[in-house]
């Protein structure tokens, strides 16, 4: 069995969100897995694409390589947030100052895996990458369930920081109740031998 084979992300859910300029800063810092040479990171409107560069130089420039993919958002950033100014407000302040404030555009990495994770070369080392920016993230959770050598994994990263995580195994919709809810082939006075 290959490596490649023995490498797989099952499920993946994101709401992970950072500053795009923390974003960029971490991509051209971080150090990449195995398989991985550079990530390239492009902007169409309000979509950012991460997008692996293979070091395999047998993979063709036309297959396409494991990316990310995140929304890029404009958010109002105070130097001293709105309700701690209340709570210090002085009686003898006429008018109100106004609090300084800028736009920040911070990039969203949300949703399941098919929206945040695309591509399978290179999906399982892509995920590492966003791993590597949930860790940078200070907002958000990743979670996912993916297998490394044969071996289930969880992972749980909370607010920049690795949390346990357990898998649990449930019961599907078809296994619940004893009770038959299709038909009984066996036994249909409809059906003649």
Partial sequence: MSTEESRH??????????PLEDLRDHIDSATYPDG??????TRR????????????QSVSKYTPTAQLKASVTENRVYEEEPEDRHNSFRWDEDEEEEIESELIEFAAFKG????V???SLLQYEMFL???????????????AISEHEGELEATRIVEGEQ??????????????????TGVNWRDNKFISD
């Fill in 163 to 180: 949390r346990p995580a357990d898998i649990e195994v449930v019961e599907g919709p078809r296994d619940h109740g004893s009770g038959e």
């Fill in 45 to 56: 409107n309000n979509t950012l694409i991460l997008k692996a560069v293979a070091n395999d």
């Fill in 129 to 143: 990458v966003l791993c590597g920016i949930a860790e940078a993230a200070e907002k958000g959770t990743l979670t």
């Fill in 36 to 41: 991985i040479d550079d990530v390239e990171i």
């Fill in 117 to 119: 994770l695309q591509n």
């Fill in 112 to 115: 399941d895996r098919e929206t």
């Fill in 9 to 18: 992300v099952y499920r993946l859910h994101s709401t992970l969100e950072l």
